[in-house]
């Protein structure tokens, strides 16, 4: 066993980068939107894993720097606690879906070397939001590599099966039943009105109950 083999495999891919997970209230709304959405859409399917701000190790390597996508989507990987995802010990699976949220820190440069990193390694779908313009750049792999999407407007995921809505404004994110992506507030709301429409049932159930009695 060499050296490098018997030193703590934590110290060699540390599970942070040190980097925040969002720079502004807007980055992170959009995060968790986006990522607690898909836990919704595929909470009966245990063999899909969707991390978000999770350190993403493509490669057994030192020379290769990993990356955290704002949100990605892995399918064939089991739900489930990570501290990093190291992809030699996920079967060599790479994330397929990945999407990233643009912040007032991240620059050109910064965006190219992501797009780069995703292209080298892997991914089949790639998604940029970019919140203050509402601008939605895609790219979809074909032909070995990600190619951009030109037409983003009610562009539907073939993996995740989801449409996006780009023509009003603020991106809309429909899941494939049509329901809106909504985010914690809607969902409680939806929630306690659902809740309400039943309790209202039961009390009419009770009076037929009493009436016929």
Known sequence: MTIFEQIDPDLLYPDSDGKPMADNTEQYRWIVLIKENLEILFANNDNILIAGDLLWYPVRSRLITPTAPDVMVVFGRSKGKRRSYRQWQEDNIPPQVVFE?????????????????????????????????????????????????????????????????????????????????????????????????????????????????
Do not use: C
């Open 101 to 213: 949220i643009l912040s007032y820190s991240n620059d050109t440069k910064e965006m190219e070397r992501k797009l780069e990193f995703y292209d080298t390694y892997g991914v089949e779908e790639y998604y940029l939001y970019d919140p203050e313009s509402f601008q939605l750049d895609g790219w979809l792999r074909q032909n070995n590599h990600l190619n951009k999407l030109w037409q983003m407007d009610s562009w539907i995921s073939p993996r995740l099966g989801i449409r996006f809505q780009t023509g009003l404004g603020e991106l809309v994110i429909y899941r494939p039943d049509g329901q809106r992506f909504l985010n914690s507030l809607e969902l409680n709301q939806r929630a306690e009105q659902a809740e309400l429409l039943l309790e209202q049932e039961r009390q009419r159930a009770e009076q037929l109950a009493a009436y016929f009695a």
